[in-house]
């Protein structure tokens, strides 16, 4: 059984991203790649966080726990640099976090840095968002961004997941699902197939794994599921696939 997946890159100003796979899970968000064979990977890269990129697609963005320090502009010119790479499939992680020290203002121009980027290099925009449900969602209203927004490591209840998908976001579930009595569990059920991904962002744990938990939580085969993310791919980051 083929378990390998490769990548054809194209110019910078007409890219279109193929993605031939066979026996593949997709994570979405790692922090930690394995680059292990039948796993599609999209390593999460912000600006200044001091390692270089292995994965073969990425996601850059501004993350609101690093920005304090940084040289905005710089910031911005290395992302406009990043954004533009076929290897770059999405903007982000970027959004607003209540939690960490970064302060507000700070935070709020970073993300519409980001959000900007996503809607100039017409790639999606991948959401960090710490107890800041309502004001992302109201800028959002506000901003009318044509790219979709796909909020990370959702572990919040049917009720915010419901307010976020009414806003046309996706989300995407991890190791939040093993949790007994998890609010990720019990949202995953009720989102629909179409709206949601996976990934394991920094848990010390399978993407395989968390298929295999996602998959018992809705009641249905793993290869179903496996369809149903990638169909999400290929229509969310309009790459074609070949499974």
């Given at each position: 059984?083929c378990?390998?997946?490769?990548?054809?890159?194209?110019?910078?100003?007409?890219?279109?991203?193929q993605?031939?796979?066979?026996?593949?899970?997709?994570?979405?968000?790692?922090h930690?790649?394995?680059?292990?064979?039948g796993?599609l990977e999209?390593?999460?890269?912000?600006?200044?966080?001091?390692?270089?990129?292995?994965a073969?697609l990425r996601?850059?963005?501004?993350?609101?726990?690093?920005?304090?320090?940084?040289g905005?502009?710089v910031?911005?010119?290395?992302?406009?640099?990043q954004?533009?790479?076929p290897?770059?499939?999405?903007?982000g992680?970027s959004?607003?976090?209540?939690?960490?020290q970064?302060?507000?203002d700070?935070?709020?121009?970073?993300?519409?840095?980001?959000?900007?980027?996503?809607?100039?290099?017409?790639?999606p925009?991948?959401?960090?968002?710490v107890?800041?449900?309502?004001e992302i969602?109201a800028?959002?209203?506000?901003?009318?961004?044509?790219?979709?927004?796909?909020?990370?490591?959702?572990?919040?209840?049917?009720?915010?997941a419901?307010?976020?998908?009414?806003?046309?976001?996706?989300?995407?579930?991890?190791?939040?699902?093993?949790?007994?009595?998890?609010?990720?569990a019990?949202?995953?059920?009720a989102?629909?197939a179409?709206?949601?991904?996976l990934e394991?962002?920094?848990?010390?744990?399978?993407?395989?794994?968390?298929?295999?938990?996602?998959?018992?939580?809705?009641?249905v085969?793993?290869r179903?599921?496996?369809?149903?993310?990638?169909?999400?791919?290929?229509?969310?980051?309009?790459?074609?696939?070949?499974?």
């Amino acid at each position: 059984m083929c378990q390998e997946f490769y990548i054809l890159e194209s110019d910078q100003e007409n890219w279109s991203l193929q993605i031939h796979l066979c026996t593949v899970f997709i994570n979405l968000h790692t922090h930690h790649p394995t680059l292990s064979p039948g796993i599609l990977e999209v390593e999460s890269v912000y600006f200044g966080q001091g390692k270089t990129p292995v994965a073969p697609l990425r996601s850059v963005g501004l993350h609101p726990w690093y920005l304090e320090g940084i040289g905005l502009e710089v910031a911005k010119s290395w992302l406009n640099e990043q954004a533009a790479l076929p290897a770059t499939i999405a903007i982000g992680e970027s959004g607003l976090d209540k939690v960490c020290q970064t302060p507000w203002d700070l935070q709020v121009l970073a993300f519409q840095h980001c959000v900007e980027f996503s809607e100039s290099a017409g790639k999606p925009l991948i959401i960090h968002c710490v107890r800041a449900f309502s004001e992302i969602i109201a800028l959002k209203k506000d901003w009318k961004p044509r790219q979709t927004w796909i909020f990370h490591g959702f572990d919040k209840n049917i009720q915010t997941a419901a307010r976020v998908l009414r806003a046309g976001c996706c989300l995407s579930f991890g190791a939040a699902l093993f949790r007994e009595n998890s609010h990720a569990a019990e949202s995953l059920r009720a989102t629909p197939a179409d709206r949601f991904f996976l990934e394991t962002d920094d848990a010390g744990i399978s993407i395989k794994a968390i298929y295999e938990r996602a998959a018992f939580l809705r009641g249905v085969e793993l290869r179903e599921l496996e369809e149903m993310v990638k169909g999400n791919l290929e229509r969310v980051f309009e790459i074609g696939t070949d499974l």
